[in-house]
């Protein structure tokens, strides 16, 4: 499948490095050793997303609610199980 260089150019954009880095592994096939895709992993948890993400985390290191499960569905956006799935997906 041919992508158009304008998605490719836009999927790339620094600003969101998440994205950069699976366009770059997943899509384009570059080696995780590349230094272009090494720059774009470092710079997944200072991007905007993931800060955005931790700062809405509570102080003890949780999301939404305290203790396991906590009677949370585990679909539930604000939920850690959720969170932490989104975050491991960002990478």
């Avoid at 490719?8 to 272009?36: A, F, I, Q």
Wanted: aromatic share 10%; with cysteine; net charge negative.
């Amino acid at each position: 499948m041919e992508i158009p260089q304008s998605c490719l150019d836009w999927l790339l954009e620094p600003e969101n490095p998440s994205v950069r880095y699976r366009t770059l592994v997943e899509l384009l096939g570059v080696p995780k050793d590349d230094p272009e895709v090494q720059h774009a992993q470092a710079a997944i948890p200072g991007s905007k997303p993931v800060q955005k993400i931790f700062s809405k985390m509570h102080l003890d290191g949780y999301w939404l609610y305290r203790g396991v499960g906590a009677g949370v569905a585990y679909a539930m956006s604000g939920s850690t199980h959720f969170v932490l799935a989104y975050l491991n997906d960002a990478s």
